[in-house]
């Protein structure tokens, strides 16, 4: 469904991104791991275009989305839920919502069926409905999230990009999100990218990972692979290198 | 006394709805590019002069004539974004800030070649019969003035606060990188920004032009005060703006009647000055909720 093929991408001088490759089946959740800095989140970005890689390639359902600027690409059917949701503070949950089917509303798609796919929204995450007409600024910070990923999936995405969807949040709100992820792939079969520090919890819900060390694909594995692997749990699952070798 | 201070007042109100219209087109861009557009006065210098050329030369009706001048100044606003603006997405709003200066007076040198030096007046849209109001005598108009502020002030809210494209401009303007991960074109909005304010300012002009005579020059001191509006209403584009401007006129109404005609335009300055000094953030700082 998406193909990265050697993408390097640069801020001024430096070099984020080295040659990195990777691929998403239709289907498919997929974690990004690595430290701080290694070049997660700018290989959502630059999926997105907003640090556009000077070259390589990105295929996506069989086009070359290279080129094409961050709302084409929305267009396409690649949305982002950025790092620090990034919701629209000074609107309401509601218009949060539909600012997501902004793309649909240019499309003259009907307002019913808008409509109804906030109300299913709400329906994803109630903690929210009651909040309606709220400014989404004075939302908590798992609220934020919610509404963010509920932002996206208005644009109705065949493929969603999640960019540290558990950062600063309490474990339960961190479980809730993730339950949510993968009832949006069984339900509407939506493939996930996801970027998170929270290793252990993002291979759990993935099928297959992707390390990144200093921009540079270091490691790609099944998840559960990832999971048993010592060195990865050594560098990001937080496990003691002694407590691996007396195993 | 006190008609006379009504007086005052109600001048006052009419130059400040002027100065408001343009002060919410330079808040319009500035909110939607993070530029300050030095070329706005020349929107309002565009709309009267083109009206007294569609009018007076062409010999169309007032009304047509008014149309057409809205969509000629539009037509100039949305040039001027795709060839000066544009073509420069990636450079410092100071260069871009200078650039509107360099297109203010292009556009302005070009009327001069079109237009002429002269002084030249539109007639008023409904006779010229005074009104009485308390005491103090207003001009029929004046009531248009308002009338179509308050207008074009409705309008607005309502496209930014009710109309899906409204609501993406004011997102831009809010988190220009979340904006675009929804899927806004942000620079289709920048040139929404330039055609909603450069009809702005077209209508201001348009609208003065009766009572104060229009030349190819009205756009750089109409355009200063305009700014000040916006800056004493913190850059918002919407009711803070309008208060700027409304106390901007009322100032200098009273500045000019009761000190010296010949203080009129220090008084704006003096009052831009104070405020970029002690308030930067702008006289309502509530305003920096309804930025567009």
């Avoid at chain 1, 997105?48 to 600027?69: C, K, M, Q, Y």
């Avoid at chain 1, 993730?178 to 252990?200: D, H, M, Y």
């Avoid at chain 2, 020059?217 to 800056?231: E, P, R, S």
Wanted: proline share 3%; charged share 15%.
């Amino acid at each position: 469904m998406l193909k990265i093929k050697n993408i390097n991408t640069y801020y001024g001088q430096v070099h984020a991104l080295k040659n990195v490759s990777l691929h998403v089946n239709a289907g498919e959740i997929v974690s990004l791991i690595g430290a701080n800095g290694a070049g997660k989140t700018t290989i959502l970005n630059s999926l997105s275009a907003v640090t556009p890689p000077r070259d390589g390639e990105v295929i996506f359902e069989g086009t070359s989305i290279s080129n094409l600027s961050t709302d084409r690409i929305v267009e396409m059917g690649i949305s982002q839920v950025p790092e620090g949701r990034q919701v629209f503070k000074d609107f309401s949950v509601e218009d949060n919502l539909e600012l997501g089917a902004y793309l649909r509303f240019r499309g003259r798609e009907g307002r019913a069926a808008i409509k109804s796919d906030i109300e299913d929204m709400f329906a994803l995450f109630p903690q929210l409905s009651s909040r309606r007409k709220q400014m989404a600024g004075t939302l908590s910070g798992g609220e934020q999230q919610m509404l963010a990923i509920g932002r996206a999936l208005m644009a109705k995405p065949k493929l969603l990009l999640l960019d540290e969807p558990s950062m600063g949040l309490a474990p339960l709100v961190v479980q809730e999100i993730f339950r949510v992820i993968t009832a949006l792939r069984a339900e509407r079969g939506t493939s996930v990218l996801l970027v998170e520090q929270n290793a252990k919890a993002a291979l759990k819900i993935a099928d297959r990972g992707y390390v990144l060390e200093t921009g540079k694909v270091i490691l790609e594995e099944n998840a559960s692979d990832l999971l048993e692997n010592k060195e990865v749990q050594r560098a990001y699952l937080g496990r003691e290198k002694k407590e691996i070798w007396e195993r | 006394m006190s008609e006379q201070l009504l007086q005052y007042l109600l001048s006052g109100l009419s130059t400040g709805a002027i100065y408001s219209l343009i002060g919410i087109g330079f808040a319009i861009i500035y909110n939607s590019t993070g530029i300050i557009n030095f070329a706005q006065g020349e929107f309002f210098m565009l709309g009267g002069m083109s009206t007294y050329y569609f009018l007076s030369v062409a010999h169309l009706p007032l009304p047509v004539a008014m149309l057409l001048a809205v969509l000629l100044t539009t037509a100039v606003g949305v040039l001027f974004e795709r060839l000066a603006i544009r073509p420069l997405r990636n450079a410092s709003p100071l260069i871009l800030v200078i650039i509107t200066i360099g297109g203010s007076i292009l556009i302005r040198g070009i009327a001069m070649l079109i237009w002429g030096k002269d002084t030249h007046s539109i007639p008023m849209f409904t006779g010229n019969e005074p009104l009485t109001i308390g005491g103090a005598t207003i001009l029929p108009q004046h009531l248009w003035i308002f009338g179509i502020t308050l207008l074009i002030i409705i309008i607005n809210r309502f496209y930014f606060y009710n109309t899906v494209s409204g609501k993406a401009m004011r997102a831009c303007s809010h988190n220009r990188r979340a904006a675009s991960l929804v899927g806004i074109d942000v620079k289709r909005m920048v040139l929404f920004a330039f055609a909603i304010s450069s009809a702005m300012g077209s209508v201001a002009g348009i609208i003065s032009a009766p009572l104060t005579m229009t030349s190819y020059d009205v756009g750089i001191m109409l355009g200063l005060k305009g700014f000040c509006a916006a800056i004493i209403g913190g850059m918002s584009s919407g009711i803070a703006t309008v208060f700027g401007g409304l106390l901007l006129g009322v100032l200098e109404a009273f500045g000019a009647g009761l000190i010296s005609s010949g203080y009129k335009d220090a008084i704006a300055f003096i009052i831009l000055l104070l405020i970029l000094f002690i308030r930067p953030q702008g006289l309502f700082k509530k305003a920096e909720t309804e930025r567009v």
